[in-house]
C-alpha cells in the first residue's frame, strides 16, 4: 500500500509541475494527509501554509480538517484531492474558515462547513472562504488576482455567516461553486467599484440572500448560474458605510470615476456589469437563517 501511495504522491507532483509551467519550476509541492505515510508531509493544512514560500503548491488529501486556515503568503495553490471529502471543519465554533489577506492565491476542489458568528449580527466571524483586502480604512483594494473553484461551503446552524465572499478584491472568480445554509449570503463580491470579476455555474440555495453585491460593479458578470430557495434570491446594493467606497456603479469605465459619489451626464453609459443566463427561482424563502438587517428588510 504504501509503493502505491508513493507512485500516486509522485503523479500528483508531476501532474502539478507541468500545470504550473516553466516559470514555477522554483515552487515547491507540500503534501497534506492525516494517514501516517513515509514521505514527507504536513498533518495539517495551516502547517502546511505557514511553511510554503511564494508560489508553492499544497495538496490536501481526504479527511475532515479542523480550525482556521490563514493565507498570508502570496500566490499559493490550495488544492484540495476530492472535493467531497477534503472538509475543512469548523464545528459551529466562532471564526471563519479560510481567510485570504494577499494577493494570486488559488483555492480549490474542497469543503468548507461550519464555521459561525457570535450571534445573528454581521461580524467578521462565520464566514467559510474569505478574501479579504480592506485597507485601514475599508476602502483600498489589497487583493489584485484571487480564484476560487470546485469550493463547496455550508452551515446547518443558523450562525453561518457567508458562504464564498471576496472582499476589497479585483482580478479573480467563483466557478463551479455551491453555498447553503448561511445568514446573510451565500456568495458575495463587494467594495470594488471596477471588480473584474466573474462568478460562473454557481448553485446557491437556502440562504438569507443567494448574491448579493455592496458597492461592487464595473467589470463584474454573473452567469450560467442558479440562486433559489433563498429568502431573497440576488440582492445588490450600494451602501455609506460597508465595502467603501459607494455607489455600485456599472459603467465600463468605473476604474477611472473617482469622485466620492459618481454623477452621470447622460443615460448613453457603457455597460459591463451584467447578469446573463442565470436561473432565479422559488426564493421568498422565509425559514432559512437570517440575521438582523435581513430580518428588518422589506
Same mark, same amino acid.
Given at each position: 500500500m504504501n509503493n502505491v501511495r508513493r507512485v500516486v504522491t509522485a503523479l500528483i507532483v508531476a501532474t502539478v509541475a507541468l500545470a504550473a509551467?516553466?516559470?514555477? #519550476?522554483? #515552487?515547491?509541492?507540500? +503534501?497534506?494527509t492525516q494517514r501516517p505515510v513515509s514521505y514527507p508531509h504536513y498533518t495539517t493544512i495551516q502547517a502546511a501554509v505557514s511553511a510554503a514560500r511564494r508560489? !508553492?503548491? +499544497?495538496?490536501?488529501?481526504? /479527511?475532515v480538517y479542523d480550525g482556521t486556515v490563514r493565507i498570508t503568503t502570496p500566490d499559493l495553490h490550495l488544492r484540495g484531492l476530492n472535493r467531497?471529502?477534503?472538509?475543512?471543519? $469548523? *464545528? *459551529? *465554533?466562532? $471564526?471563519?474558515?479560510i481567510v485570504v489577506t494577499v494577493s494570486g492565491v488559488w483555492i480549490e476542489n474542497l469543503t468548507v462547513r461550519n464555521f459561525d458568528r457570535r450571534s445573528r449580527e454581521d461580524?467578521?466571524?462565520?464566514n467559510e472562504v474569505w478574501w479579504e483586502g480592506a485597507g485601514p480604512r475599508g476602502t483600498r483594494i489589497g487583493i489584485r488576482g484571487w480564484w476560487g473553484q470546485y469550493l463547496t461551503a455550508y452551515d446547518t446552524g443558523l450562525l453561518g455567516g457567508y458562504g464564498l465572499y471576496a472582499g476589497h478584491s479585483v482580478d479573480g472568480f467563483f466557478k463551479h461553486v &455551491?453555498?447553503?445554509?448561511?445568514? !446573510? =449570503? /451565500?456568495? &458575495?463580491? $463587494? /467594495?470594488?467599484?471596477d471588480c473584474q470579476a466573474l462568478v460562473q455555474d454557481a448553485l446557491v440555495e437556502r440562504n438569507a440572500l443567494g448574491w448579493s453585491s455592496t458597492n461592487a460593479g464595473g467589470h463584474l458578470i454573473v452567469a450560467d448560474s442558479t440562486f433559489r430557495d433563498n429568502s431573497v434570491g440576488v440582492a445588490p446594493d450600494s451602501e455609506p458605510d460597508d465595502d467603501l467606497p459607494p455607489?455600485?456603479?456599472?459603467? %465600463?469605465? =468605473?476604474?477611472?470615476?473617482?469622485?466620492?459619489?459618481? @454623477?452621470f451626464t447622460s443615460t448613453e453609459i457603457d455597460? %459591463? @456589469?451584467?447578469?446573463?443566463n442565470n436561473v432565479i427561482e422559488d426564493n421568498g424563502n422565509l425559514s432559512t437563517?437570517?440575521?438582523s438587517d435581513i430580518l428588518n428588510a422589506p
Amino acid at each position: 500500500m504504501n509503493n502505491v501511495r508513493r507512485v500516486v504522491t509522485a503523479l500528483i507532483v508531476a501532474t502539478v509541475a507541468l500545470a504550473a509551467g516553466a516559470a514555477a #519550476a522554483s #515552487a515547491s509541492v507540500l +503534501i497534506v494527509t492525516q494517514r501516517p505515510v513515509s514521505y514527507p508531509h504536513y498533518t495539517t493544512i495551516q502547517a502546511a501554509v505557514s511553511a510554503a514560500r511564494r508560489g !508553492d503548491w +499544497i495538496l490536501i488529501a481526504p /479527511g475532515v480538517y479542523d480550525g482556521t486556515v490563514r493565507i498570508t503568503t502570496p500566490d499559493l495553490h490550495l488544492r484540495g484531492l476530492n472535493r467531497n471529502k477534503v472538509i475543512i471543519d $469548523g *464545528h *459551529h *465554533h466562532v $471564526g471563519n474558515g479560510i481567510v485570504v489577506t494577499v494577493s494570486g492565491v488559488w483555492i480549490e476542489n474542497l469543503t468548507v462547513r461550519n464555521f459561525d458568528r457570535r450571534s445573528r449580527e454581521d461580524s467578521a466571524n462565520g464566514n467559510e472562504v474569505w478574501w479579504e483586502g480592506a485597507g485601514p480604512r475599508g476602502t483600498r483594494i489589497g487583493i489584485r488576482g484571487w480564484w476560487g473553484q470546485y469550493l463547496t461551503a455550508y452551515d446547518t446552524g443558523l450562525l453561518g455567516g457567508y458562504g464564498l465572499y471576496a472582499g476589497h478584491s479585483v482580478d479573480g472568480f467563483f466557478k463551479h461553486v &455551491y453555498a447553503s445554509g448561511f445568514n !446573510d =449570503s /451565500g456568495v &458575495y463580491v $463587494g /467594495g470594488c467599484r471596477d471588480c473584474q470579476a466573474l462568478v460562473q455555474d454557481a448553485l446557491v440555495e437556502r440562504n438569507a440572500l443567494g448574491w448579493s453585491s455592496t458597492n461592487a460593479g464595473g467589470h463584474l458578470i454573473v452567469a450560467d448560474s442558479t440562486f433559489r430557495d433563498n429568502s431573497v434570491g440576488v440582492a445588490p446594493d450600494s451602501e455609506p458605510d460597508d465595502d467603501l467606497p459607494p455607489p455600485q456603479d456599472g459603467a %465600463c469605465n =468605473s476604474a477611472s470615476n473617482q469622485a466620492k459619489l459618481p @454623477t452621470f451626464t447622460s443615460t448613453e453609459i457603457d455597460r %459591463c @456589469t451584467i447578469f446573463r443566463n442565470n436561473v432565479i427561482e422559488d426564493n421568498g424563502n422565509l425559514s432559512t437563517p437570517a440575521n438582523s438587517d435581513i430580518l428588518n428588510a422589506p
